[in-house]
Structure formats: structure tokens, C-alpha cells
């Protein structure tokens, strides 16, 4: 299995992540809020909103970033069609990479078992979910 990170693979519109944020199930962990919400898209997406004020140093946030995309990479298969946007907690930037790692795998067999995120989604104009 080839695990790689392709551009269909990210959340890159404003949005795509207002949907996520306005549609999504809320999962927390130490260093992490993930919210996720069901995807037209026929993949799992992820996207990363990692902010100034709760890491300030810019090579602390590319290496949560780093380590977060890496994880969702190795997890991606066994997620259904679902978007995720990662956001950081407060000292976040302390936790080691194999804590980071750890935390984000339960946070990904969280976002597995729930039923909301992995109902199906009608889709409606341009991959977004349709209005019911």
C-alpha cells in the first residue's frame, strides 16, 4: 500500500472548511481537537488549522503539521468518506512525535467507530453535501 498525501486528499477551500466546522462531530485528545464530518468527496480529507496563538513558533506548528499529516496518511484507509480538520490545544508544541502519534491514532479509531461521521451523504452541487 502506497500511502501517499495527494492534493484530493486536502482540505483546501474556505468552504470546505465551514462545512466541516458547521457539519462535524467534535473529538478531543490532550494535544488535539479533530472535528469531522461526513464527505461527498469518496475519500477522507484532511484538513490542518493550526494557529499562532496556541503554537508560536513556526517550526513547532510544521512539525505538528508533519507529524499530523503522516499519521492521517497511514490511517487514511481505514476511515470512511470523511472530512477533518485538525486543530491544536495549548501546548501541543511540548508533546513529543510518538505522543502526537498516539494521540491522533486513538483520535482516528474515535472518529472509526462513530456513527455520525460515517453515515452516508447525499451529495449535492460541486461535492458538498446537499440540503435536506
Known amino acids: 500500500m502506497r500511502a501517499a498525501f495527494p492534493r484530493e486528499a486536502r482540505l483546501l477551500a474556505p468552504p470546505q472548511f465551514r462545512a466541516v466546522f458547521a457539519n462535524g462531530e467534535k473529538f478531543v485528545s490532550r ?3 479533530v472535528i469531522a464530518a ?3 468527496a469518496g475519500r477522507s480529507r484532511l484538513g490542518l488549522a493550526l494557529a499562532k496563538r496556541r503554537i508560536k513558533r513556526a517550526v513547532d506548528r510544521n512539525r505538528v503539521k508533519r507529524v499530523a499529516r503522516e499519521s492521517f ?7 470512511a468518506s470523511v472530512d477533518i480538520v ?4 495549548s501546548r501541543t508544541d511540548e508533546l513529543t512525535n510518538a505522543q502526537l502519534f498516539e494521540q491522533l491514532t486513538g483520535l482516528w479509531s474515535k472518529i472509526a467507530a462513530s456513527k455520525a461521521v460515517n453515515r452516508p451523504v447525499a451529495c449535492g452541487q460541486a461535492g458538498q453535501p446537499a440540503e435536506i
Open 73 to 79: 496518511r497511514h490511517h487514511q484507509d481505514t476511515l
Open 86 to 89: 485538525i486543530l491544536a490545544r
Open 31 to 33: 494535544g488535539f481537537v
Open 38 to 40: 461526513p464527505s461527498a
